[in-house]
């Protein structure tokens, strides 16, 4: 199966930037969509975006559009975010997630793109600390 490795994280200023990176290794051909969510402490798995890896489609949660941006290196099987003018509630773990292309789902894209239950892979995830 498909292999994640998050890098990037780290402690930044309210209002600051963080670009994350997710690598893919193994096999990537089995791979539709990639994405990336947030778990902040005693809180629930947060959708943050997502990317197809063939169309480029993009998906992304309510509290980071016009903020984050997801973007795609199709050559270094690599999926970053990359993350600006960030607030304190952006603080937590954050972990990259795949979905199995070969994967059968009864919902439209945007719906199994944007949910947890449907990615099969995730990695071990990084820590974004937004400071005051």
């Known amino acids: 199966q498909v292999q994640l490795v998050e890098s990037g994280g780290g402690l930044v200023q309210a209002g600051g930037s963080l670009r994350l990176s997710c690598a893919a290794s193994g096999p990537t051909f089995s791979t539709s969509t990639m994405g990336w969510f947030r778990q902040a402490p005693g809180k629930e798995r947060e959708f943050v975006s997502a990317?197809?890896?063939?169309?480029?489609?993009?998906y992304y949660g309510d509290s980071v559009k016009g903020r984050f941006t997801i973007s795609r290196d199709n050559a270094k099987y690599t999926v970053s975010l990359q993350m600006n003018s960030l607030k304190l509630e952006d603080t937590g773990v954050y972990y990259c997630?795949?979905?199995?292309?070969?994967?059968?789902?009864?919902?439209?894209?945007?719906?199994?793109?944007?949910?947890?239950?449907?990615?099969?892979?995730w990695g071990q995830g990084t820590q974004v600390t937004v400071s005051s």
């Open positions: 997630a795949a979905q199995d292309s070969n994967a059968q789902y009864g919902v439209p894209l945007m719906i199994h793109a944007t949910r947890s239950q449907f990615y099969f892979n």
């Open positions: 990317i197809t890896w063939s169309g480029g489609n993009t």
